[in-house]
């Protein structure tokens, strides 16, 4: 079955963003820390790290093959400008569909029965790669839902001292996971990866 992956950016006191939704001039630094280039969808963007991100980047762009979202990182990116840096089709999960957007496009998907539809819309979508679940509210759904395989967070040395964290309100916590299952060292970042462990 298709592999269901969550990955963030994250403080070493465990936050995604700060308390006011901010805070990624600190947490995105390490995309700007090297100067190995990674184009992406965007023309106008490209991130410059170092040679073991950009390896990393550039394999998990090759696995994942759909996104999950919520409607609230959609809002806040204004849909990417129409196309995902990933160059893949998201899903977006929302109880209505946005005004000016269509339902399904070639871009979004926009699926309002719930976060278990939304799951298995994407791993339709994405066939034998990897979905990926972005978005601390929809990880936290997603792996309640028993559907979240894998947690990959990539740890900046900053400490913003209170903010959101990854898993926020997690109603099943604690949750323990197995690994690190992978480890790679970057410059202003190290990229960690866990796998789920199953419940009993």
């Not at 995604?16 to 700007?32: T, V």
């Not at 339902?103 to 819309?121: C, H, K, L, M, N």
Request: charged share 20%; proline share 6%.
């Amino acid at each position: 079955m298709t592999k269901v992956t969550t990955r963030a950016t994250m403080s070493l006191d465990g936050y995604i963003a700060d308390a006011s939704h901010g805070g990624f001039e600190y947490l995105l630094q390490w995309y700007e820390g090297g100067d190995v280039e990674t184009p992406t969808a965007n023309p106008e963007l490209t991130f410059r790290t170092s040679a073991a991100s950009a390896r990393h980047l550039r394999d998990f762009t090759e696995r994942t093959g759909a996104l999950v979202v919520g409607r609230r990182l959609f809002d806040m990116t204004n849909g990417w400008g129409g196309r995902h840096p990933l160059d893949v089709p998201v899903v977006v999960a929302t109880h209505r569909v946005p005004e000016g957007w269509e339902p399904e496009s070639d871009s979004f998907v926009f699926v309002t029965d719930g976060i278990e539809s939304a799951v298995d819309r994407a791993r339709a979508i994405a066939g034998a790669k990897e979905v990926g679940v972005n978005g601390g509210t929809i990880a936290a759904q997603v792996v309640e839902s028993g559907l979240l395989d894998e947690v990959h967070v990539d740890l900046v040395p900053v400490v913003l001292g209170a903010g959101i964290p990854l898993f926020a309100r997690l109603k099943i916590a604690p949750l323990q996971l197995e690994g690190p299952i992978s480890v790679v060292e970057g410059v202003g970042v190290t990229h960690l990866a866990y796998r789920i462990r199953p419940s009993a």
